[in-house]
């Protein structure tokens, strides 16, 4: 059974920084393609990175563009997202989330995804 664990989220304060991780279990990431996504209350579910491993071709929100940096471990099946120069407005709940690549039209779009994580909850306060 595939499941994807996300950690590494907690308080930070502004322009601090923070990595999570995702763990991927029950299947092989290689295949897959692995996105970070964020909603905050009130607010629509959003797609900030997402990465091919075979290719290890990645995109970035503009929102976070040069302050957050996805990565793999294929030995340890893990994705990971760097979180540098942290500011309020990052304060969310992050997922992790993967399809099979080329299984999708939008890694960055929610509903293109097929597996999720729980969750971890990241606060930058001011």
């Known amino acids: 059974q595939m499941h994807l664990v996300e950690s590494g989220g907690g308080l930070v304060q502004s322009g601090g920084s923070l990595r999570l991780s995702c763990s991927a279990s029950?299947?092989?990431?290689?295949?897959?393609?692995v996105g970070w996504f964020r909603q905050a209350p009130g607010r629509e579910r959003e797609g900030i990175s997402c990465?091919?491993?075979?290719?290890?071709?990645?995109r970035y929100a503009d929102s976070v563009k040069g302050r957050f940096t996805i990565s793999v471990d294929k030995v340890k099946n893990m994705v990971y997202l760097q979180m540098n120069n942290l500011k309020p407005e990052d304060t969310a709940q992050y997922y992790c989330?993967?399809?099979?690549?080329?299984?999708?039209?939008?890694?960055?779009?929610?509903?293109?995804?097929?597996?999720w994580g729980q969750g971890t909850q990241v606060t930058v306060s001011s």
């Open positions: 029950g299947f092989n990431l290689d295949y897959y393609s």
């Open positions: 990465l091919t491993i075979s290719s290890n071709g990645t």
């Open positions: 989330a993967a399809a099979v690549e080329g299984d999708y039209n939008d890694c960055l779009e929610p509903r293109d995804l097929d597996y």
